[in-house]
């Protein structure tokens, strides 16, 4: 079996100011160690499991994982490989699951003091009328490919939010949040449940994804008016309002890519 692992760092226990995700930033070292370590529970799971285990970087600029903290075994992806997939680049229809590890609250939420959805640049983001997390948009591209998504990692939030979004999905919580402030669970607590759940879910396969009715409709709060204005020259895309543009994608291939183009804007 093969298992796909996605990991960001917003999500990640201890992470609560933006400074810590950015490169230089004040904590940014020490998160990208627990990011590291995080992710390396997961693979030491799928690896006990008898799993072939790739790895995304994605955040940033992915570069973000110390290889040598991963398990031996573990194939790690790093940078970006320019293309629409973003932060499931690599996934393919040759993976028997996805785990999502540091993953947050999206943008319009108010879940988490680092709440967003791709960028910073955006109010909200919605699909088919309801906000819509990185995990929303990662998740709808694997279910395309009949790829599952098996556990998710991350502020209560985002956890939250998936369940409702993908009924049987496994969860990890690392913290909660209210206002500007997180509320962390010891990193050795996090990663010891990282490591029996992803092993839960694995013992749980083959499933198949989750169904879902997903008419493909995007609709972007732009935080700048004139991004909205220009992204609105995308063929297709129609200025609802003075932030907000909507896009109807005729199939998940064009979703990807007007996604893609309209969040870059």
Known sequence: ????????IEGITGVTAWSETEYGGEGYEAACRRMTEETAAACRAALDMGCEVVVKDAHGS????????????????RGW????????????????GIVYIGYHAGAGTGGSPLAHTVERDFLSIKVDGRIASEFTLNSIYADSL????????GDECTCTSAAEEYPGIMSVV???????STYN?????????????????IAGLPVK???????????INYAEASKAREASAYPG?????????????????????AKKFLLEI
């Open 185 to 201: 669970r010891h990193p050795q607590d996090v990663r010891e449940e990282i490591y029996t759940r992803v092993r839960e879910a």
């Open 209 to 219: 994804p989750v169904p879902r009715e997903c008419k493909l409709l995007l609709e």
């Open 1 to 8: 079996m093969k298992i796909f692992i996605s990991s960001d």
């Open 146 to 153: 009949g790829v599952p998504s098996l556990l998710i990692s």
């Open 237 to 257: 895309a129609v200025l609802k309002s003075t932030g907000c543009v909507e896009y109807q994608a005729a199939d998940i291939d064009d979703f990807m890519t």
């Open 174 to 180: 690392t913290k909660t949040c209210t206002g500007n």
């Open 81 to 96: 490989r320019c293309s629409v997939e973003g932060m499931m680049g690599g996934l393919d229809e040759s993976f028997d």
């Open 62 to 77: 992915a570069l973000n994982i110390d290889i040598d903290g991963l398990p031996q075994g573990t194939q790690l992806i």
